[in-house]
C-alpha cells in the first residue's frame, strides 16, 4: 500500500520537466509568429502608452490590412533610429522610446511610435496654423500629448518607397523621425522593420484596455496611401 500511494507521485514528477519544455516551447511559438509583450519605459507615446506600461504586440494585424497614418508601430530600428542609443551626440538622453522585452531583457534597438508618412508623401512642418502637414493637408492630431505643439522643428521630407516617417505622440520629449534627419539612414523606417501593431494595454491593471486602431487622420487614397 505504501507504494501504491507513493508511484503517482513518482510519475507526476516525471511529466513536470517536458510539461514546462512544451508550455516555454508552445509560448516561444506563439511570439514568434502572431503575439508578443513589451514593457514601455517612457514618456514619448503618451498619452496613448505611459511610462511603465507593458502591452501585448500582434505580429499579423498589417497583414490583414496594410499599414496606414494614424497606426501605432513597433519597429526594429536597426539602420535608421539606433542612432539614437548609440551615445551620438545629445540624443543619448533621448532614447525614451526604445521598448523592453518583458522588462527581463532590454532592447535598445526596439521602438513604438506613430506613423505620420507612408511611402510617397511629402511631411513638412509646419503650415501657418502650426500643423504638420502631408502632402498639402494639414493633420488633425488629436493623440498629440496635451500642451505641445506638433512640432518645434520645422521639417521637409519626402518619404522614399518602402519607408516611413514617424513621430511620438510626446512631441516635445519624442526623439523621432525629425531627430534623424540627415544621420543615416534618415530616421526614415524601412516596412519590412515593422515588428507589429499594439493591441492591449496588459498592466498595470487600472490601466488594462485594448489599444484601438485609429482612422487615419489625413487623405487617404487607394490602398491607404
Same mark, same amino acid.
Given at each position: ?14 511529466? $513536470? ?5 512544451? %508550455? ?17 519605459? =517612457?514618456? =514619448? ?27 501605432? $508601430? ?7 533610429? %539606433? ?10 538622453? =533621448? ?27 511629402? $511631411? ?7 500643423? #504638420? ?38 512631441? =516635445? ?35 488594462? %484596455?485594448? #489599444?484601438?486602431?485609429?482612422? %487615419? ?9
Amino acid at each position: 500500500m505504501h507504494q501504491t500511494k507513493r508511484q503517482p507521485r513518482k510519475m507526476g514528477w516525471r511529466f $513536470v520537466f517536458p510539461a514546462l519544455l512544451l %508550455a516555454v516551447a508552445l509560448s516561444g511559438l506563439v511570439r514568434s509568429l502572431w503575439l508578443d509583450v513589451y514593457f514601455i519605459p =517612457s514618456e =514619448s507615446m503618451e498619452p496613448l502608452l505611459e511610462g511603465g506600461d507593458r502591452i501585448l504586440v500582434s505580429r499579423t494585424d498589417f497583414q490583414a490590412e496594410p499599414i496606414r497614418r494614424g497606426d501605432v $508601430v513597433v519597429f526594429d530600428g536597426r539602420g535608421s533610429f %539606433a542612432p539614437l542609443s548609440s551615445g551620438r551626440g545629445p540624443l543619448v538622453d =533621448s532614447t525614451t522610446s526604445a521598448l523592453q522585452w518583458l522588462g527581463l531583457a532590454g532592447s535598445d534597438t526596439t521602438y513604438v511610435k506613430r506613423v505620420i508618412g507612408l511611402p510617397g508623401d511629402k $511631411v513638412v512642418c509646419c503650415d501657418t496654423s502650426g500643423k #504638420v502637414t502631408v502632402n498639402g493637408t494639414a493633420l488633425d492630431e488629436l493623440y498629440v500629448f496635451p500642451g505641445d505643439a506638433p512640432s518645434t522643428q520645422k521639417f521637409s521630407t519626402e518619404v522614399p518607397e518602402g519607408r516611413l516617417w514617424l513621430m511620438g505622440d510626446h512631441r =516635445s520629449v519624442s526623439a523621432d523621425s525629425r531627430s534623424l534627419l540627415g544621420a543615416p539612414g534618415g530616421g526614415l523606417v524601412p516596412l519590412d522593420r515593422v515588428i507589429g501593431r499594439p493591441v492591449q494595454i496588459l498592466w498595470p491593471l487600472d490601466r488594462f %484596455a485594448p #489599444v484601438a486602431r485609429p482612422p %487615419a487622420p489625413g487623405p487617404t487614397t487607394q490602398n491607404g496611401r
